[in-house]
């Protein structure tokens, strides 16, 4: 019976920590750039993100793919369940190359949702 218990909880704490932790690996698709501002040499930009749902935090972004203009970004969920906070952060860094004009965030379904453009002036704005 002892065994038993032992056993029991043993898979508990398993299950738990595997849900705590596993939380912190998937893909956003409900985030957003709330702010963001490009560094004075262009190579890179300093963004602010949030969750549009009312549950989840940030905990990374990271570059999918950066190749003809186009740059992909993944944000990453924090670790700590579905409103888990550890780990957390709103703001990010990102590297741009001379060629960049485009911005994406990761979308449910595998696709990539262009949030920030480069105008004729060399200018970012917001895609409505």
């Keep these: 019976m002892k065994k038993t218990i032992i056993i029991f909880v043993g898979i508990v704490l ?14 956003a698709g409900s985030a957003f750039i709330q702010d963001y501002a490009v560094s ?4 890179s930009m300093t963004i602010t993100v949030g969750i549009s749902g009312s ?4 905990r990374k972004v990271s570059v999918r793919q950066q190749e003809g203009g186009k ?17 957390a952060k709103s703001e990010f860094v990102i590297p741009l190359d001379e060629n960049t004009n485009m911005i994406g965030l990761y979308r449910n379904g595998n696709t990539y949702e ?4 480069k105008d004729a002036s060399e200018e970012w704005n917001r895609v409505k």
């Design 40 to 43: 004075d040499d262009g190579t």
């Design 114 to 117: 262009v949030v920030l453009e």
């Design 71 to 87: 740059l992909h970004l993944d944000c990453i969920s924090a670790f700590g369940g579905i409103n888990g906070s550890i780990g």
């Design 14 to 27: 398993v299950l738990g920590a595997l849900y705590v932790l596993g939380s912190g690996f998937t893909k």
């Design 55 to 58: 549950v989840g935090y940030i």
